[in-house]
């Protein structure tokens, strides 16, 4: 008996969505200094922008021990809507595929999560949206300190710096667990547009596409106009 498919791992903010990202092992003997420069500076143009908007796109599917697909196990798949605006704000809405989708914000120190068209205001830890925001940039990071570069006319494979600490913080999952971790990014006009990422845990075989737009020209990230609080009152801002 095949098991299904696990959840993929990597939380985002609270319980409400997941991004899972690892990094590409090759066997390259050195970078082209160019192709390393570009990559990381295109990394560092898109981090430092006053936000982006990203779509991220999972997706989870059984392989067999050979590692080919398993036939009666299709693969699954959840994107996300995520948007980010610096320091500390993030807005995210999840979509399945039945169209159902949930969103939540992340706003300083608070959070409140959408279910219908209700918002509530949620219990949450000091630096939560700080936190999520170092989550939302870790693919990015990686690429900041990419060390070993390869370049494909406007994709770049690399390997990030520290490998391990990637795969531990971001993955979900122990090196020990992680098999043919690949990375790789896109750069257009000198900033970096999208990342692919890869990798099997276990029967697993997880895909995530990132995809950065909007980038230095996001939305701005607010917390909702009405909104039930924490102890169940309702709250709605005051006019000016």
Excluded at 128 to 137: F, H
């Amino acid at each position: 008996m095949q098991s299904q498919p696990r959840a993929l791992p990597f939380v985002l903010v609270g319980a409400f969505a997941a991004l899972s990202v690892g990094a590409i092992v090759l066997s390259l003997s050195s970078a082209p200094p160019l192709a390393r420069e570009e990559l990381q500076s295109a990394a560092r143009t898109t981090m430092s922008a006053s936000g982006f908007v990203l779509r991220d796109t999972n997706s989870v599917s059984t392989v067999s021990s050979s590692g080919q697909p398993a036939v009666s196990q299709p693969s699954e798949s959840v994107a996300f809507l995520v948007v980010y605006e610096a320091p500390d704000a993030v807005q995210e809405t999840e979509v399945d595929q039945n169209g159902a989708n949930a969103e939540v914000i992340a706003l300083g120190d608070r959070a409140f999560r959408r279910s219908g068209s209700t918002w509530t205001e949620v219990a949450s830890g000091r630096g939560l949206g700080a936190r999520s925001v170092a989550t939302i940039l870790s693919p990015l990071q990686g690429a900041v300190g990419a060390t070993d570069v390869t370049r494909h006319g406007d994709r770049y494979s690399f390997v990030p710096a520290d490998l391990h600490k990637l795969l531990t913080t971001v993955l979900g999952a122990p090196p020990s667990e992680v098999s043919s971790p690949r990375l790789s990014a896109v750069v257009r006009d000198g900033v970096l547009t999208a990342e692919t990422i890869t990798a099997r845990v276990g029967h697993q075989h997880l895909e995530v596409d990132l995809v950065f737009s909007s980038i230095g020209s996001a939305p701005h990230v607010v917390a909702p106009r009405s909104f039930v609080g924490a102890g169940g009152a309702s709250s709605a801002p005051t006019t000016p």
